[in-house]
């Protein structure tokens, strides 16, 4: 159970629901539930959240700024070759999934996307603008040139996401066989994107 004192309620909810999705997944979360653990009345919420929809969508928006910030900071200290700011990128999104995943169930939900709000829509268009400029660069620079720049795009998001959400699963995991997600990170991207572009060139 867990205790709210009184204070910023919305951020207490915004809380408590990042623990009970990373537990059971956001289908065992409504807003009545998360009065309940914090002791405060069934009405308590709306004045914050409109419904459960709306909280999930503040998970969401919190989860596509904080994994923007991480693949941009990952990809400023990667150095200057694409295809390497690019793989630090995946690093730093399937980690966050890894280390958050409430967020990145709510980044994913059906639920966000139905009528999505216009703070949704420009963080997710953030987020996709930081993968699409090293796509770009590390398809200009060779990596997936036998296919269309925005294929390559694509596939990018595809396997950044895909991953995130395969290894963001305990039983994926266990299914595959792997002991610990973590510990096969930087061996999963080496399989998505390939060697580096420094490695590739190494005689």
């Not at 915004?14 to 059971?24: N, P, T, Y």
């Not at 309940?36 to 929809?53: E, K, T």
């Not at 066989?177 to 060697?195: K, N, T, W, Y």
Request: glycine fraction near 6%; aromatic fraction near 4%; include cysteine.
């Amino acid at each position: 159970m867990a205790h709210y004192h009184h204070g910023n309620l919305r951020a207490a909810l915004l809380e408590r629901a990042s623990v009970v999705i990373a537990e059971s997944g956001i289908d065992g979360m409504s807003l009545r539930s998360l009065a309940r653990d914090l002791g405060v009345s069934h009405g308590a919420p709306r004045n914050h959240f409109a419904d459960r929809s709306e909280l999930i969508a503040a998970l969401a928006i919190e989860g596509c700024r904080r994994a923007t910030e991480g693949m941009k900071h990952a990809a400023s200290q990667a150095g200057e070759l694409p295809l390497q700011r690019l793989r630090a990128q995946a690093c730093a999104y399937i980690g966050l999934a890894l280390e958050e995943p409430a967020l990145f169930r709510a980044m994913n939900h059906p639920e966000v996307w139905r009528e999505p709000s216009e703070a949704m829509v420009a963080s997710l268009s953030e987020w996709m603008d930081a993968v699409r400029s090293e796509a770009e660069a590390a398809h200009r620079d060779g990596w997936n040139s036998a296919i269309p720049m925005d294929a390559a795009v694509t596939s990018a998001v595809a396997a950044i996401v895909g991953a995130a959400d395969v290894m963001s699963h305990r039983s994926w995991i266990r299914q595959l066989g792997a002991s610990d997600a973590c510990a096969i990170l930087e061996p999963v991207v080496d399989g998505l994107f390939g060697r580096t572009n420094d490695e590739s060139r190494t005689p």
